[in-house]
């Protein structure tokens, strides 16, 4: 692996609950090198949708710092952390939160309008991501007219857009079937693997997870245990049950 | 916990929705409440201004001649059988300054000569302070107290009559009247005066004009009939109802127009109200599934929906009365002080508290119906879906809204004003239609006119302009009838000033058209023609002066006689210049007749009412002498203002001098040499009108003058149209908030992909501001729509210039549109921008 290209130092995030307060990390630390495909597990409450929003700087922690590609987004205030998200991260949720107004390839091209840019300017690379995803024939249709699965793919698609540092996914299998889900998972690793592209997933799925180089695995609010896995072209994921089941997971 | 808590619960829990709410529904009554007591304050000063103008008197005998009544003939009233008192009324115009100085000031008044001795016993007018007209104290006057107010004049200050004799004394303000009764006549520009010391200040005695009579009950016939034995000269009966309804006439009425304009605040509250319980339903379709998966009926979900809307009415309509009244209190002020309506007090009947505060309760109750129908009808299971919407298809709820208007709009018209109105139920009705159709076609052109008007916004914006045009076709029917609220509060606003202007071209219109050359001089009584030609001819700059010689006379026979004003001219001087317009005839064949002789030109409503046509003869002269055959050579569209409604029917001076033995004019139209400056000769007539005590008059003044009194009132109904704005904007601001709330989860992505909190609020507050821009847009159409209805449809015969299109003024209203329609957007952009991305897309999951 090469450099890093993301990292995150003993950070530490709590939220205000009632009269007192809420610890959600408690001092997690992790990095990421370019090129990597990482996953986060955990039980649930562990804190691992916490930490992605850390890494994703949609959040700023209460203490502890998140390098992404050489840039502390920890240090920086609203307006600088929004500009580097939008430079820097894709993101992929759960729900595809798509805009339902807008065309297929308008979604996909969205990053570049809110950069400020004109959709016609990056026509190419949109076309091009949307023939990764396999929705070439798509591009002018709504939201609502694709399956769950195609709306995903056109999610991805979005957070690719940029070519991010970073692409992050929090649980983008977590509202699909299992076949879709493979196959989103597919297009994720194959991002990866073809194009380099650095993934952290955050998921509870072991079968997911297995698509990752690496697993890590959040308890308490931090990074408890690393599972080594390794670019594996079958993702099978026996070995990894296994290990979290050494885990106690 | 009782299910219909849940109301109220529904209502607590968006406390600043419900309160928009409420405020909706109680702008638009406290306009229908604050018009209906302004009407009926207006109705009553109007009734007693003219009871007072008359006091006991039972019987006005107004002289025929216009030199009046002699002191003969005033005795021979003052002793008829049954007349218990005589009061002569002397009337002539004054040119008053006050006592030479830094601060002098001049101006033009018209004096009452009235008796002292027998005042009191006919009229008491209501004095603000001072005393009455007293006989042992001539010099003492009485004038208005606004006007001395204005002029910073009060008791004991002098004024001196322009032109009085040398010894004559100055007079000296004694008491100030009040602006209703005598205080009405001219906008208060009116001096109350002893005749005898008019007469000993003055060369000229002032003519008796009238002189009323108290007679004892009973007695009207006989007094009537000893009236045409023993009174010789010649003379024209009034009774004093008669006088009364003829003042009221002269009156300017409000009462239609703040009415409809109370009627546009209703529709524009009975959209928002339809449009919150709408996205009310939106909001708690989830909740309304789960209490149907709970067993609760239909009907029960319909009375938790009806009882919010019914509380919204209540509240609405209880605070729209009580603001109601604050608001006549207010619109009473203005326009006492614009003079331009008669108003008195504050009257609060329970009819003018009730009928608004029924109609809120009403519009509520309906509005209410279709949402409280809709959730009755929701499926649990699909109401549970996270896809859910709720709510009927655009075409349901616009036929429903359009019933809800309809509904508003037959009220409204059941209970008009139209007795003072001089407009047509067919313009009202047609405005309204107008103003809901225009409202409701505003859901149908949203998206192809959302795609026009946002270009330059996605243009300036970029993705956030974009994006905000986009999320203008996510609702289409709450978008829609929110744009349509604006549209009708904008519509109005460019309705309004249309009206006003078309107004302000017809008054302009109208004075250029009878004052040759655009200038004229009044004298303060009738003087010898041939004496005082020299004078006007000679004035420097002059190139022809003509008289204009008004005097009374009779048309018909028998019971249909009747009287009219005639004006004898000089149609050389008023042919040369161009003045003078004809609706039918031939300018030049009309022109020739008048020289000829036996020729006249009639104003356009009598032609209209007597059905006279160029070319028709009709029978002229004085009481009691066989009428000569007047050939009709030309219809005016314009002609002078005169004592008869229609103004003066106009015939040459030779004719006048001829056939009538008029000898005397008091007014001389001016015609400038070519090349003159327009300054210069301005000085010079001013000149002169001084050295005679006399006013100039100046057609560009006059007309501004008449267009300043329009504007004064057309502001009053501006305010009304800015308070719709208002509301619409609240509307604007509640349907945005919604939008934001309801889409929360794609702010957070986009949040998440980048976008800026600027970014974030440019996008809502671009939305608000292309709603804006629609809504001008259709207002535009829509208030040019209302105000053709109003000017063409309504009152043609009002507005001869036809409609009058102000480009600024359609300008300013797009503007104003996108204007408020932004502002209104900058919460909910404030609201957009400061969601938590986490939490909110954690709260999604």
Redesign the interface.
Known sequence: MSALILEARDLVKTYPAGSGSVEALRGASLSVARGEFVALMGPSGSGK?TML?LL?G??APTSGSVVIDGVDVSALD??QR??T???KT??V???F?L????SVAENVA??F????D?AAQHRDRVAELLGLVGLAAKADARPDELSAGEQQRVALA?ALATEPAILLADEPTGNLDYTTGAEILALLWDSCDRLGQTIVLVTHDARAAAYADRVLVIRDGSVRDEIPLGRRADHAPAVLIRRLAALGL | MQLGSLAWRGIAARPLRSALTIGSIAVGVAIVTATLIANQASGDAVRRAAQELLGNATLRVRAFDPAGFTPRGVTTLRRLPGVTAAAPVGERRLTLSTLPGADEQVFGLLALGLDPAVESLVRQPRLVSGSPLSEGDPTGVLVAARWASEHRLGIGDQLLIVGRLPDAPALRIVGLIDDLGLGALERGEVLLVDRAQLDASLANPTPVSAVDLVIEPGTAGAVGAALDAQLAEPFVVETAADAAARFARAQTSFAPIAFLFGLVAMIVGAFLVANTLAMTLTERLREIGLLRAAGTTGRQVVGIFVRQGLIFGVAGSITGVVAGIGLAALMIGFLRSTRAVLVDGLPIGLATLLIPALLGLVVTAVASAVPAWQAAQTSPLVALRPSARAGAGLGQRLRWIVLLELGVALVGLAVYPFERGATSIAAVVLALAFLVGGAVAAAWLLLPLARVVGRPFEWFFGAEGMLGRANLGRDRSRTGLTVGALMIALAAVVALGTVADSARQTAARWVASVLPGGTAIRLALPEEIDLFRPTFTQTPGVAAASPVAEFPAVVGEGSAVREVSLAGIDPTVFQDAGALLLVDGNRATAFNALRDGGAVLIPEPMARRDGLAVGDTIGIGTPGAELQPYRVAGILEYTFPARSPDGAILLSLADAADRFAVTTAGLWALVPERGISQAAFRQAVGDTAQSLAAEPLDATELASELARSLDRLIGLFDVLALVALAVAAAGILNALTVGVVERAREIAILRSHGMTVGQVQAMVVSEAAILGAIGGVLAVGTGLAVAWAMVVVGAPRDFTAGLSVSWPLLITTFLLGVGVAAVAGLYPARLAAGQPIVSTLKHFE
């Open positions: 949708s929003q994703g949609l959040d609203e307006e929004t500009l998200r939008r430079a894709g993101f949720f759960q729900f939160n805009i339902p107004l807008l969205l990053p309008l809110i950069a400020g004109s979005r």
